[in-house]
């Protein structure tokens, strides 16, 4: 099971009453039992409708992290959640691929985030304010959510209203000029089950030991249901998050290594600047048919928006590394744009239970029907002033000989999908799981390709059009065989496959220098994986174990074309191998702890001629680990205490040798309830002040922020 919430704690504080006979009173016992902390309720199902056992009995790894977590780590950001996962790296965004970029089990997962089972395409940061909890998925998982999802996905989980009434409020005051105020409100309007939710976001704040990265942004997310605990529920729910943030493209490569300089030098402009805005619409109609009939229909409108200008640090000469560091210059790769993304989807599931004589299934039957579109304008500044590279200067103002617009580009997908899912269970201990899905995904992508601007911000001559028409037609498939001894334990030995189409970004803009479309109709990356698992409670369920060795394999992966210089071809193998350690919740009635490892060996196993075939791929540690622990030391006084390590990486996938070394980072908690509706907590981050690179490119490298103090102030004002 899954602890999700600040954890319960129970201690037998008891004077054993006598009564005239010597006998135990066991009345009296009940009584004087104190209760430490906070109750916490114990998850141990996803969040997913795909899925119809326990997560105990899921054949497949799923790693989550909770809301109650993300606050006791003071987690402001989806990527700061993803870093606490040892399955999960993190690349720097690059022009068009803005937000967040997460790479599992080796593999890049950037087009893999969802938001309550529903793909969230939109290129911006995350926060988690209106989230319950974050599901890592880790495997291919084409079946259950069509294209992507080599090496995983990324499930976000929102707060839905409840029958109950809340008032909590969150104030976070943070070094690096930081605050952060979030609500969450929920009112029951009616014993019909009407309920409403409300929750709001304000953030602005700097990043500590760098100069100029600077992140301000807002939210809110008001959701309203009907009929909650009847035999129709429904919800409707708005999520609105806006930033306008000062973009950090971090540190040069020098070498093979990241520029040795100061980790605040900032290579940019103070005005630079990433604009993004997100608008989600969603409705849900859940429909009890019977007990164990159930159908769920969601329909989602979502429109993303983002402007920016951006600064990426270069060294260009090619005798760098001799030469001392302060007669180097920085080139600044400028690159400026604006898209708009729009998406329109409708999902039907329906859940049943059938029974064929000893037999029994759990059958998921769904489809999905979805059209998305992107509008995105590239360019870049000529004629940019370099910079020092030990002495950058971001003041100065922003100046170019010409902003060139460079292309031009529309890209609409279309998804058609079907799909099922079955748990057989044979009997008590065995289950079969078997699943399939059909996907048809057509493209139609056209851009208009300019010469070059006569004058600043005129997109000059129409250099050329393109246009690509493409139609996949894709069948994945997941089966599972699984044993269970006990109902406290599961083993499995599991398959499931993935594909990438070409234009899975809703884009053929394979790179965003040379804005190629170097894989313009190209069928689709096939992968697919082999796992086999244990899982299992202990201490009467308060404690989750699992632990996984796993291979996935990208069997035609996109290499370059020896017969057409700068376009692609299938040729390529990558393959992944390891095992992987997850525990959860209670090991003593003090302490919650959460704590994961996973080991990784990664091979280029088959690349293009003349490239180095056996080189590990990009953005996978061969070790990595996290652990949270959080010890209960008096009723309203808790200690936690937090430890992350990430192995050497590399940026690139061709043996080149760009790598950045391996980092612990040690985090720690203090937490007083004040009152019972007031709460006191102090986190310091990175206590050691570590200098560390949090996301890597292959062009740029991120350092991560210095030590960070926050000191939070929970309300809870009661309804």
């Known amino acids: ?25 066991a009345e009296q ?34 790693t989550s992290i909770s809301a109650d ?44 985030m969802y938001l309550d089972g529903i793909r969230d395409f939109g290129s911006y940061a995350r926060d988690p304010f209106n989230l319950e909890a974050v599901e ?24 839905q209203p409840l029958l109950d ?80 943030d000062r973009p950090d493209y971090g540190l040069p490569w020098l070498g093979t290594q990241p520029a040795p300089v100061d980790r605040a030098s900032f290579y940019g402009f103070d005005s630079d600047y990433l604009k993004t805005d997100a608008d989600i619409f969603t409705g849900r109609l859940i429909r009890h048919q019977s007990d164990v009939t159930t159908a769920d229909f969601r329909v989602r409108y979502a429109q993303y928006s983002r402007e920016s200008r951006i600064t990426e640090p270069l060294i260009t000469d090619p005798d760098a590394p001799s030469v001392p560091l302060e007669d180097l210059s920085v080139f600044r790769y400028v690159f400026f744009g604006d898209s708009e993304e729009t998406m329109l989807t409708a999902q039907g599931t329906l859940t049943t239970e059938l029974v064929t004589g000893s037999v029994v299934h759990s059958l998921v039957t769904g489809f999905e029907f979805s059209t998305e579109q992107s ?74 390709r300019f010469a070059g601007s006569p004058t600043p911000f005129n997109p000059g001559d129409v250099a050329g059009i393109e246009s690509f028409d493409q139609s996949d037609e894709v069948v994945s498939y997941r089966a599972a065989l699984v044993y269970k001894p006990v109902i406290e334990q599961t083993w499995y030995i599991a398959g499931s496959t993935s594909f990438n189409p070409s234009a899975q970004s809703l884009s053929l803009l394979s790179t965003g220098r040379g804005l190629g479309t170097n894989n313009a109709l190209l069928d689709p990356e096939e992968n697919r994986s082999l796992e086999a698992g244990f899982k299992t409670d202990l201490r009467d369920g308060d404690l989750a174990f699992s632990a996984a060795v796993f291979e996935t394999t990208k069997t035609n992966a996109r290499v370059a074309d020896p017969n057409r210089p700068g376009f692609n071809t299938l040729g390529g193998e990558l393959r992944a191998r390891g095992f992987s350690v997850d525990v959860t919740g209670l090991p003593s009635p003090r302490m919650f702890v959460q704590a994961g490892y996973m080991y990784l060996d990664t091979e280029v ?3 293009a001629a003349g490239t180095a075939e056996g080189a590990p791929l990009a953005n996978a540690p061969e070790h990595s680990l996290s652990a949270w622990l959080d010890y209960q030391v008096s009723e309203p006084l808790d200690f936690g205490f937090g430890l992350r390590y990430v192995g050497e990486q590399f940026a690139q996938n061709n043996g080149q040798g760009k790598t950045i070394p391996d980092y612990w980072l040690l985090d720690g908690m203090v937490r007083y309830n004040w009152t019972d509706r007031t709460t006191v ?8 002040n570590e200098y560390y690179f949090g996301n890597l490119h292959p062009w740029h490298v991120i350092p991560g922020p210095g030590t960070t103090v926050t000191l939070a102030l929970n309300f809870s004002l009661g309804p």
């Open 1 to 25: 099971m899954l602890l999700g919430g600040s954890v319960l704690f129970a201690q037998d504080r008891v004077a054993l009453a006598q009564d005239d006979a010597g006998q135990q009173s």
């Open 29 to 62: 016992l009940l009584e004087e039992v104190l209760v430490i902390g906070v109750n916490r309720e114990l998850i141990d199902e996803s969040t997913l409708n795909r899925f119809t056992e326990p997560l105990r009995d899921t054949p497949q790894q799923v």
């Open 165 to 244: 009434d809340i008032t909590d409020v969150f104030v976070n005051i943070g070094s690096n000029q930081t605050l952060r105020t979030t609500m969450d409100v929920n009112r029951e309007l009616s014993r019909d089950g009407a309920a409403f939710r409300l929750n709001a976001l304000a953030h602005t704040g700097e990043v500590a030991d760098r100069n100029g990265a600077q992140a301000q942004r807002y939210g809110i997310a008001p959701s309203l249901a009907l009929g909650l605990g009847s035999a129709t529920e429904l919800t409707l729910s708005y999520m609105k998050q806006t930033a306008d």
């Open 605 to 607: 196993v088959k690349a």
């Open 136 to 159: 890592v998925l880790l495997g291919p998982s084409s079946m259950l959510f069509g294209r992507g999802s080599t090496g995983g996905a990324v499930n976000q989980a929102t707060k």
């Open 69 to 112: 977590v993300l606050d006791d780590r003071v987690i402001t950001s989806l990527e700061d959640a993803l870093r606490t996962m040892p399955s999960v790296t993190l690349g720097a965004g690059e022009f068009s691929w803005q937000g967040n970029n997460p790479n599992i089990r080796g593999f890049n997962a950037r087009d893999d």
């Open 375 to 448: 509008e995105p304008t590239f360019g870049f500044g000529i004629g940019v002033p370099e910079a020092s590279l030990v002495q950058p200067v971001s003041s100065i103002p922003f100046s170019a000989t010409s902003v060139e617009t460079r292309v031009t580009a529309d890209t609409r997908g279309d998804t058609t999908a079907l799909y099922a899912l079955d748990t057989i269970k044979f009997s008590d201990a065995w289950q079969l799981v078997a699943g399939l899905r059909w996907d048809r995904f057509e493209t139609d992508y056209n851009a208009e």
């Open 681 to 688: 907590k102090l986190n310091v981050t990175n206590i050691t």
